[in-house]
Structures are given as C-alpha cells and as structure tokens.
T-cell receptor, first 114, second 113 residues
C-alpha cells in the first residue's frame, strides 16, 4: 500500500464548477500537507500549504485536512480553464533528521471545459 | 532571478551511455533535491543535499550519483543508463530546514533506448 493515495482522474468539469480533489494517507506522523499544481511539461508549483488539521482558504482555493480520517482535500470554486493542470498532494512529517522529505501523491489530472 | 534551472531540457541516450544533469538555483538555498516522475508513480526522491559538499540517498537512489561541489549547483549522474531510467527528472530547492516551499525546475525529459 502506498503511503499516499490519490485518484489519477482525469476529472473533467465545466467552467464555473466546484472541483473537489482528494488524497488519503496512511502515516499518522504526517503533519504538513501541501497541494502542488503542475501544468503540462512544467515543474510543480506550490499552491496551498497547511499544518495539522483544519481549513485554509486562498482566493478560489480551499485546503482541508482531517487527520482523524487521514484525508485531505482541495476545493476549487468557480473553476476556470486556466485551472486545467495536474494537482499533486504532498505531505511530510518532522523526523529526527529534520530533512522534511515530501511524499507525493500520483496527481489528479483536471480539465476545465470552457 | 531565474529560480531553478535545469540542463538539458531533453536527451536521448543509448543503454550503457553516461550523462550528467545539471541543476542550478540562484536563491541561495541550502537544500536541493532530485526527483523522478513516472506515470502512476508520482514524484520519487532520488538524492538530496542539505548543503554544499553534502549528499544523501532518497527513495530510489540506485543507478544514480550526485555531487554538490557548489552551493548553487546540484548534479545528477547516470554512469550506465538503463531503459528503466527513462523518466522526467525534476530538481528542487528550498531555503532551509523547515516546512518551506520547495521550488521546482522545469524538468529534464530523458529517454533511454
């Protein structure tokens, strides 16, 4: 079983829809949760970062973490064609080596249709 | 600032050939990472460095070597390329030992025939 599971999609939605992207994980030591966006043939870029449980909102994007269920979500409101990309979840734990290595999900491919 | 740059962008190798991928960052970051990205596997850490002159193994280090002779550069070497090393390679860097953003380069596409 992978430490981080993510539905690869593809997910196709009409412009203006609310998008929900999710990841589950098995390591209860994870405390730091991130969402990266990766456009085709580009490197990933950090979109949202959350520590421990709770919600975080940034414009049209909301990240949620439920540590009790080991489940994280990214919501995109009023989705735009420019949101079409692969979304990667990533997470890490504070370990003794303090290198904070990230464990990534496989990514969900999102297509927002005009 | 150019951020994180990678050279080359694309390369085709024959099995058994060697090559070096170069990563450079101009943000004075301490930490640098090499990942590979494969369909259905996500990003997997190959090697990383926590400072000039240091390197450490990640999740999938076999068949790769790295060097960090200068703070701004992190080199990934393939001594004898194999078809299983066909992948997209990403370099990343971050400022220090905390939960800060990793900044990724644009990637190098490598095809080993």
């Amino acid at each position: 079983q992978k430490e981080v599971e993510q539905d690869p999609g593809p997910l196709s939605v009409p412009e203006g829809a609310i998008v929900s992207l999710n990841c589950t994980y098995s390591n209860s030591a994870f405390q730091y949760f991130m969402w990266y966006r990766q456009y085709s043939r580009k490197g990933p870029e950090l979109l949202m970062y959350t520590y421990s449980s709770g919600n975080k909102e940034d414009g049209r994007f909301t990240a949620q973490v439920d540590k009790s269920s080991k489940y994280i979500s990214l919501f995109i409101r009023d989705s735009q064609p420019s949101d079409s990309a692969t979304y990667l979840c990533a997470m890490s734990a504070m370990d003794g080596g303090a290198t904070n290595k990230l464990i990534f999900g496989t990514g969900t491919l999102l297509a927002v249709q005009p | 600032n150019a951020g994180v740059t990678q050279t080359p962008k694309f390369r085709v190798l024959k099995t058994g050939q060697s090559m070096t991928l170069l990563c450079a960052q101009d943000m004075n970051h301490e930490y640098m990472y090499w990942y590979r990205q494969d369909p259905g596997m996500g990003l997997r850490l190959i090697h990383y460095s926590v400072g000039e002159g240091t390197t450490a193994k990640g999740e999938v280090p076999d068949g790769y070597n790295v060097s960090r002779l200068k703070k701004q550069n992190f080199l990934l070497g393939l001594e004898s390329a194999a078809p299983s090393q066909t992948s997209v390679y990403f370099c990343a860097s971050k400022r220090g030992d905390s939960q800060e953003t990793q900044y990724f380069g644009p990637g190098t596409r490598l095809l080993v025939l």
